[in-house]
């Protein structure tokens, strides 16, 4: 017997954001599906179902799941409840502007949602489709535009936006702070969990929803140079997406003390963006020796030397690092309150970040999708479309009844 109606974290649709050190990923299917594969998976949903004991709850975590596949397409869901409105605001003063989604029925929950990285930002079509399912399930959806998200850098400073846009979000809803959550796609989830710590978030964020995150910066570093990573002390071997240690490295520049040496850095990195094996002889020969440390440490593949390359960088980029990695705060006080989705086949940031981050916070909700990617999420089987399935339940789980 199949019962889908266990508790576990969110889908990780993608919409539009890449890991926290990743370039922006071709727009593609959501949620690992295309339509003509997700009828077959139907019908094998449907089979389940009759043979089992599949729940209403997760018949509408289906239908929600199609909604985002479809993204702007025709769906059974849009058919059926009101569309919502998107309107533009400003949360804070000097802040950036922000989408608010009101579903027009009743509001079951708030989310903030954080998109990784895309120079669209807000407005990324990705971002939207998803914004719009989200708000067809009842969601009040305020998507900040970051400035950090738009310039693919990891700007610590936005985990106050984000803070603040779930204060606003509260205000406005003049909903608990159990009823208000932070859905943060790759490297903005470490940026949403420190928003809880700020004092607006305290008070305003109940709830997590981490997708593709990362729990030690230098676990990360050794993954996106070296494609080693530890799974039960062992080393695995994957294939990182090429385009990660030079986002990484933009991310980083800034802290370096020499503007010579940062506009360099800059330079490579976008060279190195936009095409991994271009050539950067000319601007590494110009490199002073803080600079030529950050470069050293990327272009490293061996594993067993990540530690003491991180040793020798500059005192300026160990603190940016360090104060973005998850392991170095007490996360004690999230408890019950982390949902955490990965794919196993996840190219940006290794599954066992997440499982790292889920062992470090006691009742969190992890699950690992089989087949699936952030960054290209084509190659998921049907195991983990169910196990999106479940995903969606959980977050769905988090909204209050509606009205008789």
Known sequence: MICINGQVGFLSSKSGAAGPFAAPRRRGKIGGMNPRRFGKWAVAFLALGVASCVSAQSWEAVRLLRDIDARGGPSELKKTVPA????????????????????NQPVGAGLVLVPGFTPQGKDDPRVVDLA???ARARFLVLVPDLKGSREMRVRIEDSRDIADAASYLAKTAALPRRDIGV?????????????TMRPQGKRSIGFVVGIGGYYDVATVVTFITTGRYREAGAWRTARPLPAA?????????????????????AAIAARRIRDPDASIGDLATTLGPEARSLLDLLTNTDPDRVEALIAKLPAPVRRHMESLSLRNYDLSDLAGRLILIHGRADPMIP?????????????????L??????????????IGQLQLVDAIQAVLERRRAPPP
């Open 245 to 265: 240690k030079w986002i990484f490295l933009a991310s980083n520049v800034d802290a370096l003390a020499d503007p010579r040496d940062r506009k360099a850095l």
């Open 369 to 382: 999708i089989d087949g699936f990617s952030h960054i290209d999420p084509r190659n998921v089987g049907l």
């Open 183 to 195: 859905v943060a796609i790759s490297y903005a989830v470490a940026l949403a969990v420190l928003a």
């Open 132 to 134: 719009m399912s989200l």
């Open 84 to 103: 919502p409105t998107r309107t533009t605001i400003a949360y804070r003063a000097g802040a950036g502007a922000a989408d608010l989604y009101r579903p």
């Open 351 to 367: 599954y066992t970040q997440s499982v790292a981050l889920a062992a470090a916070v006691p009742g969190t909700q992890l699950f």
